[in-house]
């Protein structure tokens, strides 16, 4: 129930029906990164005080609803180490897209004589 790191069984041999995650792009640009204050008064919900960095559960839930939990008091929580998989999708749908338009501008400047 707390907020734990901890290494995760990861090794190819343990998974099954293995797919890259579609449309990871557009998935990130639904999620906001944000800063922002915790509020007083929920101690017993939670130890953060103070200013912070972070997403908010509920636009990942929309997105990837596996990597939302929702605790036993209600409110939500996000699998932070999991993002990384959307994140690394994501990085490698943008650069398809950087590599083909470095493509056609090459192209575009041979046709111009550039």
């Not at 995650?21 to 906001?32: E, P, W």
């Amino acid at each position: 129930t707390a907020d734990i790191v901890a290494y995760y069984s990861s090794d190819n041999r343990l998974k099954e029906n293995i797919k890259p995650i579609n449309d990871a792009l557009d998935k990130v640009k639904k999620i906001s990164g944000n800063t922002y204050d915790w509020k007083e008064g929920f101690e017993d919900i939670h130890s953060h005080t103070g200013e912070d960095v972070g997403v908010i559960a509920q636009e990942v839930e929309a997105v990837m609803p596996q990597l939302v939990t929702t605790r036993e008091h209600g409110y939500k929580a996000v699998q932070y180490e999991k993002l990384t998989a959307l994140l690394i999708e994501a990085i490698k749908e943008q650069q398809i897209k950087i590599d083909n338009l470095t493509i056609e501008v090459e192209n575009l400047k041979k046709q111009k004589g550039l």
